[in-house]
């Protein structure tokens, strides 16, 4: 029978984390969610009130990691001030850090999951906040430029900061270097050269090139 949690108290960071630590203590994921409420004590009512399925739990999670990212950022006083540029690569410092933190966790949960359509399904809700900030900087930028021939197309470039990412995330996993330096020195390289050449190649053939990238890494 199932049972009322403890405490009324159960947040939804609480449950994540009960989460994070279940699947890597028992190296695979809970065979239900009865199964895995009873194991950490936490009421299935409290489960539900946050999420429907471990589906999206898992897609939650990474959404979390970015929000606390930007909220991060947001703290900053300086952040404001940056350029575009600035506010792109801090986020993608940022955002590789924790994930750092938690790379047990995004190691276990990419690596389970055999096949790409189902990688790029957990991170769904990530792409959409990724491309949603990168949209509001460009947006930002035309609103200062006087001539329309000099504004990026938003949503061309958030796709472009999209498979961005993807490409520094397969990276990241990949590297081995004490602190990730590499991955540090490849965010730089890769947001510096990809503001150089937006103006002054046509987008749609980095977003192609991008998306070969993307598929040799995966």
């Known amino acids: 029978m199932a049972t009322k949690?403890?405490?009324?108290?159960v947040t939804e960071d609480q449950i994540i984390t009960?989460?994070?630590?279940?699947?890597?203590?028992?190296?695979?994921?809970?065979?239900?969610?009865?199964?895995?409420?009873?194991?950490?004590?936490?009421?299935e009512a409290d489960f539900y009130r946050f999420f429907g399925s471990f589906v999206v739990l898992r897609k939650g999670i990474w959404?979390?990691?970015f929000t606390n990212t930007e909220n991060l950022l947001f703290k900053n006083k300086e952040y404001e001030g940056y350029t575009n540029k600035d506010k792109l690569l801090t986020l993608f410092y940022a955002f590789f850090e924790l994930l750092t933190l938690n790379r047990?966790?995004?190691?276990?949960?990419?690596?389970?999951e055999k096949s790409?359509?189902?990688?790029?399904d957990e991170l769904t809700g990530l792409r959409k906040q990724i491309k949603r900030f990168a949209k509001e900087l460009i947006e930002e930028g035309n609103?200062?430029?006087t001539y329309k021939i000099s504004k990026r197309n938003p949503a061309l470039f958030a796709e472009g900061a999209w498979l961005e990412l993807l490409f520094i995330l397969k990276f990241w996993m990949d590297d081995d270097s004490a602190g990730f330096e590499k991955t540090d020195?490849?965010?730089?390289?890769?947001i510096n050269t990809i503001f150089d050449i937006f103006d002054n190649t046509p987008l749609?053939?980095?977003i192609d090139f991008g998306k070969f990238l993307f598929k040799e890494k995966m």
């Open 116 to 120: 790409i359509l189902g990688k790029l």
């Open 18 to 43: 009960a989460y994070m630590d279940y699947v890597l203590e028992h190296e695979a994921v809970p065979k239900s969610i009865y199964k895995f409420c009873k194991a950490t004590q936490i009421g």
């Open 185 to 190: 020195m490849a965010i730089e390289k890769s």
């Open 5 to 9: 949690s403890k405490t009324n108290q």
């Open 63 to 65: 959404i979390k990691f």
């Open 204 to 206: 749609d053939n980095i």
């Open 104 to 112: 047990s966790y995004v190691l276990f949960s990419l690596e389970n």
């Open 143 to 145: 609103a200062q430029k």
